[in-house]
């Protein structure tokens, strides 16, 4: 039972990664309408940035974090604004903004990898100090407790500000057909920059929320990326609530396969469950 129950706590602090990733992902694909690898690379940026604010020059840990999730959403915002709409300014293809992504991932993670090196690095200063919980058998930490509450928070917030404000309605707007936006007033790319520092933002903080509970390092972004991009696939792309869906489903299923066989089959469970998914409810979930 106690097993079992460790599982599930597993699961949920995952599935809070895992919905951070997705729900970037989610607002800045609705928008941009293309697969941005580059937010793979944000999410270590987010990672080293506060790496660097905490651990090199020994800020307090609050400030270092909100310099992480300001760094990731600040380059978002720089990429979209000067290559990402460059380039639909020359009516450039989905497929042309896809390779250019890649671009952005690979520069990103070789200057992190030259400034940082390729070793890996945990956030946490010091780990004998950590605080565990104890629910009903299964034990978590006083930081899995916080990423689970910040993943609640935000999805929340996006929820909120989505359904709620005139912004929110200007981004489903935007998503819902750019062309359309602008002819009836609507700054389609001013709304594209700002959901880009959202989304980056939210993809730093993940990246933050994974160096203090197993670490960093500069090829991270990618294989967190896929993960939030199969949640995001699996619970309805373009549905903020199905992203969150997504993720926790993925998470379990993530974490029951891994007790049952072994945790490398982890990615290899997630992508049989993407495409199950593919063949047999391609919408997800929830529909957009």
Do not use: H
């Not at 097993?3 to 699961?11: E, G």
């Not at 359309?180 to 929320?209: C, H, K, Q």
Request: hydrophobic content about 55%.
């Amino acid at each position: 039972m106690d097993i079992l129950v460790q599982i599930l706590l597993n699961a949920v602090i995952a599935g809070a990664i895992y919905t951070l990733i997705a729900l970037g992902f989610t607002l800045m694909y609705s928008t941009a309408k293309f697969f941005d690898l580059g937010y793979g690379a944000l999410i270590a940026v987010g990672g080293y940035a506060t790496y660097w604010s905490y651990k090199q020059i020994d800020l307090p840990v609050w400030l270092a974090i909100g310099i992480g999730v300001a760094t990731a959403g600040l380059l978002a915002f720089l990429v979209e604004r000067f290559i990402y709409r460059k380039l639909r300014e020359r009516k450039a293809s989905g497929t042309i903004l896809l390779i250019a992504s890649l671009g952005v991932l690979t520069i990103i993670q070789a200057v992190i990898a030259i400034i940082f090196s390729s070793q890996f690095q945990t956030l946490s200063k010091n780990i004998g100090s950590t605080r565990t919980f104890n629910i009903a058998g299964g034990v978590i930490t006083d930081v899995q407790a916080l990423i689970f509450i910040s993943g609640l928070v935000i999805m929340t917030g996006v929820g909120i500000v989505l359904s709620r404000t005139l912004f929110g309605k200007a981004v489903r707007a935007v998503a819902d057909d750019s062309t359309v936006a602008s002819i009836v007033g609507i700054n389609s790319p001013r709304i594209l920059g700002i959901v880009a520092a959202v989304g980056g933002a939210i993809g730093g903080l993940s990246g933050i929320a994974v160096g203090f509970d197993t670490g960093i390092e500069p090829l991270m972004g990618m294989s967190l990326l896929l993960k939030g991009v199969i949640a995001a696939i699996i619970g309805g792309i373009g549905s903020i609530y199905g992203a969150v869906l997504g993720a926790f489903l993925l998470a379990l299923i993530e974490n029951l396969g891994a007790w049952q066989f072994a945790g490398e089959w982890k990615d290899a469970i997630a992508f049989a469950v993407l495409i199950a998914f593919l063949l047999f409810r391609p919408k997800g979930i929830l529909s957009k």
